[in-house]
């Protein structure tokens, strides 16, 4: 049985679970997860997933698993208009 860890590691404030929604990118792409159980820091929002989670998203995107719905995710690069 592992502890859960009760401090955020990166500015050791406390922790609230609650279900998150995960962006994980992967290769040139990004999955979007929904009602993720994290563990969310309270003050920097550093978010802790357990190992049973993060090792479900992984099959999740290595099994090519096909979502209950699919969202296109625009990327923009923004670059210096030139003035007319
Ligand atoms: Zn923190």
Redesign the pocket.
Known sequence: MKQHQKQ?P????GLNQQAITHTQPWGEKLYRFENVPAFV?T????ALFEAAVSQEMDNIIRGHRRPPKYEKVPVFSLEPQTKS
Do not use: A, M, S
């Open positions: 955020c990166e500015c050791g404030g820091c003050q920097c929002g550093h």
